[in-house]
């Protein structure tokens, strides 16, 4: 119970919506303790007084009909919780300007307004009450916004309120009627028998008829109320409380609230119209039954009568909110088993997950031992290879020196340095034609005879290895189509070779200092050439010869387009056992081009006279297609899958044979597989192949020069005739 004047004034705003009652709930949860008194406000905007100002502005209680009804609820949980409360209605159009002037006046220390989860905070008029409630409100009152029984945003006060307020002034003297009725009246008459205008604000007390004993019965005394005279805030018992236990005696089915309302009508009724009241006159006291209070008494039970039929409704949605309670059990039961059938079926595809996992188990063990036999047969694969290499290491070794005697044996013509520096005029830059993998290279002549010399530079690292290699190899061998070595000085490392004066492969099919484009029938021929000369370093005897950097750079061209494979310094020779049985001889480190070494020499170091055929398709898809080496292969498989290769080809050279031309693309993508055991064979299907190509073209050239010869004949003839 309040006590003094320091309890702080707290009102909450309501008005027909859920988002009132959460206000209310969270504000007697969170700010009211029982016995105090909570103001509970509304602001009606279609009543007449709405256009009134601040000065003047009459705040009354719930006296309509439909504003009884609006409270009624509210009341009643206040009562449920043990809270006083006071009904304010403020008639105004602005409701947010309303609400501020009652806080002001009212010296309000704590509003509490609903907002709803749609559509604004507050369904009152206006899309943001609740914001210009917070920015208008005093600075001594603290605004909460709550929804769902949460604080959207709270307005802290910064000062405290006027301890005086004709609001705190009414309800404390409420507390002290309530607390001692008896000495209040007293004072009361004592002056005059009036209450103070500031304890009225809508305090319009009326004598109950039921203070008067009538025909022998006596009532509950009822002239004591609070301001307002609603059952559920005054100290009369309410009406639910009185007969709503008659009625739960008369059906225990809740689903019969509308028969049990009219039970209760019927049997309220008489309690209020079978009693005769006395119309003896007598003092002038307020407490006195007279016929002027006749009409007092009837609105009386008008209003008892309206708030029976609140009451009626209410226990009538209370009876609604039962049945809904029960659907909610049935769908609690049957979303019970559904959950239930789920988790059968969650436990079932658990097991079956599990019988699948043991199943996978038994598939990974099996793999995992077939795996370990595969290990153990490569271990062994391994092991005979190592013993292979080892015997041919050793026959190596045993060949050493006779390959070397044969080598010295031969005879190559030996020049002098003076004679190489008078040939190439001390090696001017105007006679340099080219730049080597490990020198220049200058054109001259030796013995009246055209030459090429290269001049190995004393800066390279393996150029000396190389350099022997090559000659080596070079000085050992004639063939039409490898490069002639002519002499060498190899006190100075430099090699004389014949001179090829279409220079190299590469720079006619890039046309380089602009020559003229290669014939499509040339370049069949070229590759034919190309493939015997390769396949006369397979067949070397005693031992087969890799060249392992065969590439257009190192294709010489005379100046007929005769091709002769050159360079061969990175050639290596393979002992007969290992080409012949493993066709394949392990090298410490991979040599060559990058984009024309052999993908598997490359990453196992195994060397192999088909390491030679992966270079050569790289190298015949350039013939025809003119096109750098990188990422080639995979294009113009791309390109034959597409049906688009014949756009690849070289477009200088207009009239490819569209049938030939695919056959021949088709055998350079054959050398060109990734795998070693995919390409073909160099002499069994290889070669054949290219020799029949380069016939067709030969014919082609042919069929053209008799054409050209028999046209000029021709026109020889018809000039003669008009001669």
């Known amino acids: 119970m309040e006590k003094g004047g320091g309890f702080p004034l707290v009102a ?53 009909p439909h504003m009884k009804e609006l409270f009624l609820p509210f009341r009643c949980f206040c009562t449920r919780k043990d809270i006083n409360c006071k009904d304010v209605v403020i008639e105004d ?55 769902k029984g949460k604080v959207l945003s709270v307005r802290n006060s910064v000062r405290a309120a006027p301890a005086l307020s004709p609001l705190r002034l009414q ?43 009538i025909h022998g019965k006596s009532y509950p005394d009822y002239s004591q109320t609070e301001t307002d005279i609603s059952f559920v805030s005054s100290g009369r018992p309410s009406i639910d409380r009185a007969f709503l236990p008659k009625l739960s005696n008369h059906s225990k089915d809740h689903e019969h ?35 002027q209070n006749m009409d007092d008494v009837e609105a009386e ?61 038994a598939k990974c063990k099996a793999a995992m031992e077939a795996a370990q036999a595969q290990q153990k047969i490569a271990e062994l694969e391994a092991q005979k290879r190592r ?39 001390h090696f001017a830059e105007s006679l340099k ?71 190299s492969l590469e720079d006619r099919l890039f046309r380089r200092r602009n020559t003229p484009p290669i014939p499509w029938q040339h370049r069949f021929r070229i590759a034919a050439e190309i493939a015997t000369g390769l396949l006369f370093l397979h067949q070397n005897k005693p031992e087969p010869l890799v060249h392992r950097d065969l590439k257009p750079a190192n294709i010489l061209l005379d100046q007929n387009y005769v091709s002769k494979i050159g360079d061969v310094g990175l050639a290596r020779l393979i002992p007969p056992s290992v080409a012949n049985s493993v066709t394949q001889y392990r090298m410490t480190s991979a040599a060559g081009t990058f984009h024309y070494i052999d993908p598997e020499y490359q990453q196992t170091g195994m060397l192999g006279v088909k390491s030679d055929i992966y270079s050569l398709g790289i190298m015949m898809l350039q013939i025809i297609t003119a096109k750098p080496a990188m990422g080639l292969a995979r294009y113009a498989r791309g390109a034959m899958e597409n049906g688009t290769f014949l756009d690849l080809l070289d477009p200088a050279v207009t009239d490819w044979p569209a049938d030939e031309t695919m056959k021949f693309a088709e055998i350079a993508l054959q050398c060109a597989e990734l795998l070693r055991k995919d390409r073909p064979d160099l002499a069994t299907e290889v070669l054949p192949e ?3 190509l380069r016939s067709f073209g030969e014919e082609d050239m042919q069929y053209r020069r008799l054409k050209v010869s028999i046209q000029d004949t021709m026109g020889d003839t018809h000039i003669q005739q008009n001669g």
């Open 690 to 692: 290219l020799n029949r």
């Open 257 to 291: 609230g509308f028969e049990q309302g009219q039970t209760a009508v019927r049997f309220i009724e008489p309690y209020y119209h079978g009693n005769e009241f006395s119309t003896n006159s007598g003092d002038n006291s307020t407490s006195s039954w007279s016929s």
């Open 433 to 503: 034609i080219g730049e080597g993998g490990y020198g220049p290279v200058y054109r001259c002549y030796l013995d009246h005879t055209p030459v090429a010399i290269k001049v190995l530079r004393p800066d390279a690292a393996h150029g000396r290895t190389q350099f022997q290699q090559e000659i080596e190899v070079l000085s050992s061998i004639r063939h039409p189509h490898m490069v002639l070595l002519l002499g060498a000085c190899p006190e100075y490392g430099c090699l004389v070779y014949e001179y090829m004066a279409n220079g």
């Open 171 to 213: 309800i404390q003297n409420q507390v002290n009627i309530r607390a001692d009725p008896v000495n209040h009246q007293h004072e009361l008459e004592a002056k005059g028998g009036t209450t103070p205008k500031a304890l009225r604000l809508h305090d319009e007390s009326i004598k109950s008829p039921f203070t008067r004993g």
């Open 301 to 361: 039970m008008k209003r008892l009568r309206l708030e029976l039929k609140q009451t009626m409704e209410m226990y009538n949605t209370a009876c609604k909110e039962a049945l809904m309670a029960k659907q909610k059990a049935l769908d609690l039961d049957r979303w019970k088993k559904e959950e239930e059938h789920k988790l059968e079926e969650a436990r079932l595809a658990e097991e079956s997950a599990l019988a699948l996992v043991e199943r996978e188990k």
């Open 387 to 425: 013993n292979a290499e080892m015997q041919a290491h050793k026959e190596a070794e045993e060949k050493k020196s006779a390959i070397k005697t044969f080598v010295t044996s031969f005879r190559y013509r030996r020049y002098t340095i003076e004679e190489i520096e008078v040939a190439t005029k």
């Open 93 to 147: 159009h602005d409701v947010a300007k309303a609400i501020v002037e009652f806080v002001s006046q009212a010296a309000i220390e704590k509003l509490v307004v609903g907002a709803p989860s749609h559509h604004g905070l507050m369904r009152f008029r206006g899309s943001d009450i609740s914001t210009n409630i917070s920015k208008g409100a005093p600075d001594f009152c603290t605004v909460y916004v709550v929804s």
């Open 12 to 64: 909450v705003g309501i008005s027909n919506d859920r988002s009132s009652q959460n206000a209310l709930k969270w504000a007697i949860d969170n700010l009211i303790a029982k016995g105090q008194t909570l103001i509970l406000l509304h602001v009606n905007t279609h009543g007449s007084g709405s256009q009134q100002h601040a000065p003047t502005r009459d705040y009354k209680g719930a006296e309509e």
